[in-house]
């Protein structure tokens, strides 16, 4: 059988134009920030890993590497502005060492970036875990968030993990990386138990219990939000993690950190 396949072939910018990562009402600045960092990711990822056999392409088109929606996005609402970003960056990258960085970008952090040799391995200079002040908005559902699971919702979804090790009862011996997200965590169940590292308490959390992040606490509040967020962020997050949940005081609320409490 013979099979016909169209095959895409564009200019850097003309890529670019179809990237659907942000909508095109974003800030002017932003919209330019996101341009840098496509085509960079793009560039670097092209450059390392050349023609990709498995898909016969540079890029895929999915949050694989990054959405590419083509005419839908320079031809959809606004989409001039994200087209004039495109054209104000040129062919503006970001490079170390002459090359392009890896350009990671995500639309929440959580408060607080990863470093990559918890997740990668390797160390890379520009990918160090860092306070992210920026994302703690009113508009983003991610900053703070909940998630209510039942012990049987919980056990299922680990068990591809943790083996049979019974109906979970609960969680211990936690480990963080600085950025707060467990590196290491022990599931205690009726019948044992079973201690989860790296990859697989990443895979665990994420797709076991479709969960954000593997920055969340267990059966504790650890949410800083409100003056007392306004006030962490503004020390770039030094008092460390929060210890406590957010409490009156008083006529007001504090909240205790590694490093002292924040009161307001």
């Known amino acids: 059988a013979r099979v016909l396949r169209a095959v895409n072939r564009l200019s850097h910018t003309a890529y670019l134009y179809g990237i659907g990562e942000v909508p095109s009402s974003w800030p002017m600045r932003a919209l330019r920030a996101q341009a840098v960092a496509s085509l960079t ?18 890029l895929y088109a999915s949050v694989l590497d990054q959405v590419y929606i083509g005419w839908d996005k320079e031809g959809g609402e606004l989409g001039s502005r994200w087209v004039q970003a495109v054209q104000d960056i ?28 918890d997740v990668f391995g390797a160390p890379l200079s ?7 002040i ?22 299922s979804g ?10 979970v009862t ?26 989860l590292t790296g990859s697989t308490l990443r895979s665990a959390l994420r797709t076991g219990l479709a969960l954000k992040s593997t920055r969340v606490w267990v059966n504790q509040n650890r949410h800083v939000t409100g003056p007392i967020r306004t006030k962490y962020d503004g020390l770039r997050c030094a008092p ?3 210890t406590s949940a957010q409490v009156v005081a008083g006529e007001g609320h504090r909240q205790s950190f590694e490093v002292g409490r924040i009161y307001h």
């Open 126 to 132: 520009y990918l160090q875990a860092r306070c992210d």
């Open 158 to 167: 680990l068990s591809p993990y943790t083996g049979n090790i019974g109906t």
């Open 41 to 58: 990711y793009a560039l670097e990822k092209w450059g390392r890993l050349g023609l990709r056999a498995e898909c016969n392409c540079h």
């Open 170 to 195: 609960g969680f211990s011996d936690t480990v963080r990386d600085v950025s707060g997200r467990m590196t290491t965590v022990t599931v205690n169940g009726t019948g044992g138990s079973a201690t």
């Open 240 to 242: 460390g993690l929060p």
């Open 90 to 117: 040129g062919r503006d990258v970001v490079l170390l060492d002459g090359q392009p960085i890896q350009a990671f970008f995500h639309s929440s952090s959580g408060g607080y970036t990863a470093d990559n040799r």
């Open 134 to 155: 920026g994302d703690n908005t009113p508009t983003n559902p991610n900053s703070a968030w909940t998630v209510a699971l039942s012990d049987s919702a919980v056990t």
